[in-house]
C-alpha cells in the first residue's frame, strides 16, 4: 500500500493527494470542486471541531443556526461584501423540475421572485436576524457561532484545502463598543493560535492582513499563518474586526445606558476543514498521513498476529486485556481483528492511516508477556513489557504530541529568512521559499509588484511593533518586516 | 413573559408557536420557510444529535460528509425517487453575480453546463459515491450516517415540523444479502424507538407503512408514530429498505464469496428536527416549553435572591457551593446572577426555556440551610434541605424524566380508539381525534376514500400479525388493524 504514495522529493502536490487517499481522508465527487469527506476524514474533522467548540464555549459563546440560502438583495447591502462574493456565488433561480420525455427539466413556471444565493458566509443574514434581537445595551453582546456548509464556487480547487463546499465554523458577534469587538476579535485569534498549536502541532503566527488580503467588508481581519513542509505558506485562520459596517447595512441600533440609539460593533471568525490540508502538510511523510494524538480518531491500534484458531483465541484475549485497560485510561484505542487481512496488509493501512501508536501482539510475546510497539511518526519499533506499560503509553502520547509540535517548530525556523534587498528577496522566494520577513512601504503599489514578480505575498504583518528599517523595493520608511511568502 | 403563551385549549397551533418563540428556539427567516435556531434550539439538538450519535456509532457506523448539490442527472436515475422529489426541488442554475447600476444581478453567461440540485436526501449521490467503494463481498457492509442540512420546497411551513431547510441526519448502508439489510432497517427503527422513549420522553409506535406513504424510492418505509397533545399524529423517524432500487440505478455490484457479481442491497434512515417539534407537543404546557432531563441543555437553574450587596456576595457563594456540588456530579446546570433582571423576570424565562428544576436562594434560606425547589413540568415548589441536596436532585431528575414518560403514555392511551364501524370512525375522528386502530382492506382505494373523507391516513400497519377482521369502508378481508390518525 504504502508505494501508491509518491515522495514528498519527486512531486508534493502529487503526495498530498496520494495521503488524502490512502489515508482515506475524501476524494473528489461529481460535482467539480465538491468532495466527499469520507469516515476517516470525518472522524478527524469531529475531534476538531469538538475541541474548538469546547473553546467557544468556554470563552462565552452559543451555537446557533442560520438559512442556507440568502436572498439576493441581502448580499448587496454591503458595498465591498458584495464585491468580494459576487464571482464565486451558485445561485438558486427555481423551485421546481417537472418530467419530460427520457427525464427531468427545470420548471421555467417554478423561477423565483427573487433568486437565493447559497451562503458563501453568513454576515448578511445574520445581522438582519440581529436587527431583531438587539433593542438594548441589555440584549450586548451576543456571541454567537454557527458549524456549517458554505459554497464558494471556485474553478481551481483542490482537496480540503480549496473546495466550492466546505465545513466550517463561523463566530459572529455584537458589541456595544469599540473596545469590546476588538477584543474579542483578538480573543478569538488567541483562541485559533492555541487550537492550532496545542491540538493540531502546527506552529502558527498571528498577525494582520493587508488591505488588499481583508476580508470583503471587515475593517481589520487578523490571521494565523502555518508554514507547510513544501515551503508554503497556509492561512489557518480569520478573525475579522468589522466594525459597523454591517450595522450600518442592516440598520442595527441598540439604546445604550445614556438613552442614546448606537450602531453595534461586530466580529466574525472562522476556521474551516482547511485545517485538514494544514495537518497533513504539517506532519505527515513518505508513509502517509501523520497525526498528533490529542486529534487522532484512533490513538493505538492493536494488531494480534496468530497462525491457528488456538493461538488465536489466545492471542485476542491477550490483545483485549490491553484495550480495555488503556480504553479505561481514556485512550482511543481499536483491535484490528479483522480475519479477511493479514498483519502486513493492516500495517500498512494504520501506517497510511496515521495512528500514532501501534501494538503488535503474537504468541511470543504472550508467552513473554511483551508487546511489539511501533511509533507512527519516528518508526521507532521497541519490544516492551506488557507490565506497566498502559501508562507508557500515555506518557509516550503526550510525547509524541509536543514532539511533533517542536519538530515542525524547528522546521518552520530552518525555513524563514530576514532579508534587506530585494535581490535577496527574489532569490530566497525562488530557491528556499518558507516565510521571509522583509521591509515593505506600506502601500498596495508594492505589495502589487511583489507579488507579480515573485509570486510572494503579505501573510501578514505582526502585531507586535518591530525595528524600523526602508522598504526593500522602493527604499521608503517601513516600520517594520512584515511577513511573505508564496502561498496555498 | 408568561401570558404572551396563548393556552393550548384556545388555540393550539397558536399556542405552539407561542411556545417557541417564547423559549427562544427557533424563529422565521427572511426566506420563506427557512428558520432560525436560536442558541436554545441548537443546544436542544446538539443534545438529540450527540445521543443519537452515540448509537449509531455502538451500533457499527460511521459518519461521513457528501456534497450539497446534485447533478440534475443523478435524480432521474431512479424513476420513483425523482417522481417524489421534482416538485420540491431549489434548482442551481448559475455561479456568478455582476454589478449593475443599485445592485447586483445574476450574469446569464454564468449559466451552468448542467442544473444542480440542493439536496433534498442524499441516496443518489452516496450511491454513485459507493460505486468506487464497493468491489468485493469485503467491502460490505458499508455502514454510514450523515449529518446535514437538507432542502425540500414546500409551500406552507412550520418552525420545525416542515421547513425548507432543516437538518437531519441520514444513514446509508450497503449490504450484501437481502436479509442483513433488512435487518438493518429493522435495528435502525429501534434505535429510533429507544432514542424517543428513554431521552424524549416520547412514546411511539413502530410499523411499516401503507405503499402511497412509502419514501420515493423504496421497498418498504418503516416508521415510528407518536401521538401530540393535540390528538394529531407525528411521523417521528423513518428506516427504509431499499432493495437493490439505488444499486441497479448506479450500478453497484460486489463480486460475492462465489465468484459472482451481484448488485448491492441498500437502507437508509433519518430523523431531523422535526423531532423539536414533537418534543414540544409531547410535554410542554401554557407556561412554555417542559423538557425531559435527560435532553435539557440546563438541568437545573439557581436563581440567587437578594436586595443588598453583602446579602449578594453571601448568597452568591450559597448558590456556588450548590453549582459546584452537582457540577461534579455531572449535573447541567448554571446561575443565574444577571444584574439587570429581577428574579421574577427569571422565573419567567427559565419556565418558558422548560429547566427541569429551579433552584432559587435568598439570606433566609442561607441562615435556614435551605432552599426553593420548583419542579417545571408539576409546578410543585418545595423548601428542601442543602443536606443530601445533590443526590435528592439527582435522583428528582430520573423521576420526572420517567413521570414525563408515563404521563405522556397515559395521555396516548386515553387518546386511542378501537372501532369496528365507519360511521364510529368518522365520530372519532372528527370528535376525538388521536389514533384510531380499525380494519381496513389493504387497497389504496379505500384508503384514499378514507383520507378524503376524514383527512386520516393510515399512520401505519403494525409490525405484528393482529386479529382477522373485516374493512371498516368496504367490509372485505383484513388481515389485521391499522392505525389511523390526522398528522401533522
Known amino acids: 500500500m504504502a508505494q501508491k504514495i509518491t515522495s514528498q522529493e519527486k512531486d508534493y502536490s502529487q503526495w498530498y493527494l496520494d495521503v488524502v487517499r490512502e489515508a482515506k481522508l475524501a476524494e473528489h465527487s461529481p460535482v467539480r470542486g465538491s468532495m466527499v469527506i469520507r469516515p476517516n476524514g470525518m472522524a478527524l474533522w469531529e475531534n476538531m471541531r469538538e475541541a474548538l467548540d469546547q473553546m467557544f464555549k468556554d470563552t462565552g459563546h452559543e451555537n446557533a443556526y442560520f438559512p442556507l440560502f440568502i436572498p439576493k438583495s441581502f448580499l448587496s447591502k454591503e458595498a465591498q461584501h458584495v464585491e468580494g462574493f459576487a464571482k464565486e456565488c451558485a445561485v438558486v433561480t427555481h423551485s421546481r423540475l417537472k418530467s419530460v420525455d427520457g427525464g427531468v427539466e427545470v420548471d421555467p413556471e417554478s423561477k423565483l421572485e427573487e433568486e437565493l444565493i447559497v451562503r458563501p458566509t453568513s454576515e448578511t443574514i445574520i ?72 491540538f493540531m502541532a502546527m506552529p502558527v503566527i498571528k498577525g494582520v492582513k493587508t488591505a488588499s488580503e481583508r476580508f470583503a467588508g471587515a475593517v481589520e481581519t487578523y490571521c494565523i499563518e502555518a508554514l507547510m513542509q513544501d515551503g508554503k505558506a497556509l492561512q489557518a485562520g480569520t478573525s475579522h474586526f468589522l466594525g459597523q459596517n454591517f450595522a450600518k447595512a442592516f440598520d442595527v441600533k441598540f439604546q445604550d445606558k445614556d438613552g442614546e440609539h448606537k450602531l453595534v460593533w461586530a466580529t466574525s471568525w472562522g476556521v474551516s476543514t482547511r485545517l485538514i490540508g494544514g495537518l497533513i502538510m504539517t506532519h505527515s511523510d513518505d508513509q502517509g498521513l501523520v497525526l498528533p ?196
Open 127 to 198: 445581522w438582519d436576524t440581529y436587527r431583531g434581537w438587539i433593542q438594548s445595551y441589555r440584549d450586548l453582546p451576543i456571541l454567537v457561532n454557527q458549524w456549517a456548509n458554505v459554497v464558494r464556487w471556485e474553478m481551481r480547487t483542490r482537496l480540503f484545502l480549496r473546495t466550492m463546499e466546505f465545513l466550517w465554523q463561523e463566530g459572529h458577534t455584537a458589541h456595544a463598543t469599540k473596545e469590546e469587538a476588538e477584543a474579542e476579535t483578538r480573543q478569538m485569534l488567541d483562541v485559533y493560535e492555541t487550537f492550532a498549536e496545542e
Open 293 to 488: 494524538p490529542k486529534l487522532a480518531p484512533t490513538q493505538v491500534v492493536i494488531v494480534p498476529i496468530y497462525r491457528s484458531d488456538e493461538q488465536r483465541e489466545a492471542v485476542l484475549e491477550y490483545a483485549d486485556s490491553i484495550y480495555d485497560e488503556l480504553k479505561e485510561l481514556g485512550v482511543r484505542i481499536k483491535v484490528d481483528d479483522r480475519d479477511n487481512q493479514n498483519p502486513g496488509y493492516k500495517f500498512a493501512e494504520h501506517e497510511a492511516a496515521g495512528i500514532p501508536l501501534r501494538i503488535a501482539v503474537g504468541p511470543r510475546d504472550l508467552e513473554n508477556n511483551n508487546v511489539e510497539l511501533a511509533r507512527r511518526d519516528t518508526k521507532e519499533k521497541n519490544i516492551e513489557s506488557r507490565e506497566g506499560l498502559s501508562e507508557r503509553i500515555q506518557k509516550l502520547l503526550a510525547d509524541i504530541q509536543d514532539e511533533l509540535f517542536t519538530k515542525a517548530k524547528e522546521r518552520r525556523e530552518e525555513m524563514t529568512s530576514h532579508v534587506d534587498s530585494y535581490d535577496e528577496f527574489r532569490k530566497v522566494i525562488e530557491d528556499k521559499g518558507g516565510f521571509v520577513w522583509a521591509h515593505w512601504d506600506g502601500t498596495a503599489e508594492t505589495e502589487e509588484k511583489i507579488k507579480e514578480d515573485t509570486k510572494a505575498t503579505i501573510r501578514l504583518i505582526p502585531l507586535e511593533d518591530g525595528e524600523e528599517g526602508k522598504c526593500m523595493v522602493t527604499g521608503k520608511p517601513s516600520k517594520q518586516k512584515v511577513l511573505f511568502a508564496r502561498s496555498y
